[in-house]
C-alpha cells in the first residue's frame, strides 16, 4: 500500500516537531524536509544567540527526526524559486508550511530610511552568519567602527539579545558561533552605550526572567536604570500571569540599581521605559532620535507630548517580526500570517508555527503546532498515488539544483566543527558556495 506523501517547507523547529509528532503517531508517511538553505534548523541556528549554546541542544532531537526511516532533508532548495508551492501540492498528499516570520515590522517614523537603521531580523541574521545577510558586513563594520552610543528598540527578547551580542567581551564572544567578522566587528567597536528604548513602562516589558537576569552578568557591560523608573507601576489590570512576570522583571530590574557603576566595564545598557522613538535624525546616516516621553495608564502608551533627543548613530529596531508571502498560498499583509481556518489553508496545505499564529513564544511552544498539524493531516487525508520524494527529486534534477540531504549536512557540519578554534563549537560558514564546495 502507498503511503502519505508529505513535505515540510522549513526546518526550523515548528518543521521538525511536526515530523516528531508523525513519528510518533506511527504515520504510514513519507515526509521530505525542505529548506532554502543547505543548514537544517532554521532559527535555532539563524536566530537563537551564538552566545545561548545550552537553547540550541533542541538540534539533537531535530537529527534524531532527521534521520529516521521515511523521513529525508531536502536542503539547498528554494520554494518559489526552484519549485513552486503548487507543484509540490501537484506531487504531495500534503504540504505544510512552516517557514515562520523572517521579516522585520517597519519602523514607521520619518527618517526610518536612513543609513545606520536596521531591524533585528537583519542584524541577528548578519552576527549568525545567515548567508542572505552576510553582506550587511559592507554597512556594519563602517558603522560599528565610528559608533559610541546605540539604540535598540522594543523591550522583548530580541531587543535583550541584540543588546547583550553588543555588550560582549571577546573573551566571552570566543565560546560562540558568532562569525567571526561580526565578533571583530563588535569587540573592536567604540560602543560605550546601549540605550534599550520601551514604549511601555517596565511592568510591561516582555523579557523572560532568565534573559534579563544575564543582562546583570555581563563581563563587559553594566546595566543602567533609574530607580524613578520603577515608581508608581500598574500591574492589577494584567492577568495573573504577566503578572507574575511583570513583578518579577520588576525585582531583577530593581537589583540593576544597586548594581554600582564604578565605571570598570567598557559598556552600559540603559533600560530606558515609557519612550517612543518619532523621529529618525541626520542626514543620509542616523545622528539621533527624537523621543515621546510616555505614560503607561493601564497597559496603553499614552503620548504626554513632551519630547527628548538621543544622540546615536545606530538604531536597531526588535519590534517584532512578520511572515513572508509565497506564491500561491493566501497572506494576510495585516497580521503577516497565512491566512488558515485552525491552521488549515487550503485542502491539503496546512501552516504551523509563527507563520500561522505570528512571532510569539519560545521554541517549545511550538511543538504545539506541530502535534496539532500531525493530527489533522492523519485525520483529513489517505495515501493516493502522488509522486512525493520520487517526483520532486526528477524535478530538481531537471532544473539542476543541488540537493543537500541530511548526510550532506552531517559533512558541512563536520568541516565547521573542525574548523572551529576552541571553545567555539563551530566556524560557521558564511555563504552557500562554501558550503556546498565542502560536497565536492
Ligand atoms: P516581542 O516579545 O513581541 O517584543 C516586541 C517589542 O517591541 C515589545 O516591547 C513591543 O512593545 C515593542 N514594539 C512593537 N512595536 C513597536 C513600535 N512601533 N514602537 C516601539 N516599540 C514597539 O517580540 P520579539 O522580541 O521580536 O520576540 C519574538 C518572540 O521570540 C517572543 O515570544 C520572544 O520571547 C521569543 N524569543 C525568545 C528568546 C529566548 O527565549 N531567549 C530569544 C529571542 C526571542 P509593546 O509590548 O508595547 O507592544
Keep these: 500500500m502507498s503511503k502519505l506523501k508529505i513535505a515540510i517547507i522549513g526546518s526550523g523547529p515548528t518543521g521538525f516537531y511536526t515530523v516528531a509528532a508523525l513519528l510518533k503517531a506511527k504515520a504510514d508517511a513519507e515526509i521530505d524536509v525542505i529548506d532554502s538553505?543547505?543548514?537544517?534548523?532554521?532559527?535555532v541556528r539563524g536566530g537563537v544567540a551564538p552566545d545561548h549554546q545550552s537553547t540550541k541542544n533542541v538540534m539533537r532531537a531535530y537529527e534524531k527526526s532527521a534521520t529516521s526511516d521515511g523521513v529525508a532533508f531536502m536542503g539547498n532548495v528554494m520554494v518559489g524559486r526552484d519549485v513552486s508551492l503548487d507543484e509540490l501540492r501537484e506531487l504531495y498528499d500534503a504540504v505544510?508550511?512552516?517557514?515562520?516570520?523572517?521579516?522585520?515590522?517597519?519602523?514607521?517614523?520619518?527618517?526610518?530610511?536612513?543609513?545606520?537603521?536596521m531591524g533585528a531580523a537583519a542584524f541577528v541574521g548578519w552576527y549568525n552568519a545567515h548567508p542572505d545577510f552576510v553582506h550587511l558586513?559592507?554597512?556594519?563594520?563602517?558603522?560599528?567602527?565610528?559608533a559610541e552610543t546605540v539604540a535598540v528598540i522594543g523591550a522583548g527578547n530580541v531587543a535583550i539579545d541584540v543588546a547583550r551580542v553588543l555588550s560582549r567581551t571577546e573573551e566571552e564572544l570566543a565560546a560562540t558561533d558568532i562569525a567571526d567578522y561580526a565578533a571583530e566587528a563588535i569587540v573592536n567597536s567604540p560602543i560605550k552605550d546601549i540605550h534599550m528604548i520601551a514604549r511601555r513602562?517596565?511592568?510591561?516589558?516582555?523579557?523572560?526572567?532568565?534573559?534579563l537576569r544575564e543582562m546583570g552578568e555581563l563581563q563587559g557591560?553594566?546595566?543602567?536604570?533609574?530607580?524613578?523608573?520603577?515608581?508608581?507601576?500598574?500591574?492589577d489590570h494584567l492577568d495573573a500571569k504577566a503578572q507574575r512576570v511583570g513583578h518579577k522583571n520588576v525585582e531583577i530590574l530593581r537589583g540593576f540599581t544597586e548594581i554600582a557603576d564604578d565605571g570598570s566595564k567598557r559598556r552600559r545598557v540603559h533600560f530606558d521605559f515609557n519612550l517612543s522613538p518619532v523621529e529618525v535624525l541626520g542626514g543620509d546616516s542616523v545622528t539621533g532620535l527624537t523621543l515621546m516621553r510616555n505614560r503607561t495608564e493601564t497597559g496603553k502608551v499614552v503620548a504626554t507630548g513632551e519630547t527628548s533627543s538621543l544622540d546615536c548613530s545606530m538604531v536597531l529596531t526588535a519590534i517584532g517580526y512578520r511572515g513572508s508571502p509565497l506564491e500561491g498560498a493566501p497572506f494576510n499583509d495585516k497580521w503577516g500570517t497565512f491566512e488558515h481556518d485552525d491552521g488549515r489553508v487550503g485542502p491539503g496545505l496546512y501552516a504551523g508555527g509563527w507563520c500561522k499564529r505570528g512571532p510569539t513564544g519560545v521554541i517549545g511552544t511550538n511543538k504545539h503546532d506541530g502535534d496539532h498539524t500531525a493530527k489533522q493531516i492523519l485525520a483529513d487525508l489517505s495515501p493516493s498515488s502522488k509522486r512525493g520524494r520520487d517526483g520532486l527529486s526528477d524535478l530538481l534534477k531537471e532544473r539542476n539544483v543541488r540537493v543537500v540531504s541530511f548526510e550532506d549536512w552531517k559533512v558541512i557540519e563536520a568541516a565547521e566543527i573542525s574548523g572551529a578554534t576552541p571553545p567555539a563549537p563551530r566556524k560557521k560558514f558564511v555563504t552557500v558556495d562554501e558550503m556546498l564546495a565542502v560536497l565536492g
Design 221 to 235: 557591560a553594566a546595566p543602567v536604570i533609574d530607580p524613578l523608573q520603577l515608581e508608581g507601576l500598574e500591574f
Design 201 to 211: 513602562d517596565a511592568a510591561h516589558a516582555k523579557f523572560t526572567l532568565q534573559e
Design 137 to 146: 558586513s559592507d554597512q556594519l563594520i563602517p558603522l560599528l567602527s565610528q
Design 96 to 117: 505544510v508550511l512552516c517557514i515562520g516570520s523572517p521579516l522585520d515590522n517597519p519602523l514607521d517614523i520619518p527618517g526610518a530610511d536612513k543609513r545606520g537603521v
Design 37 to 43: 538553505l543547505p543548514t537544517p534548523y532554521g532559527l
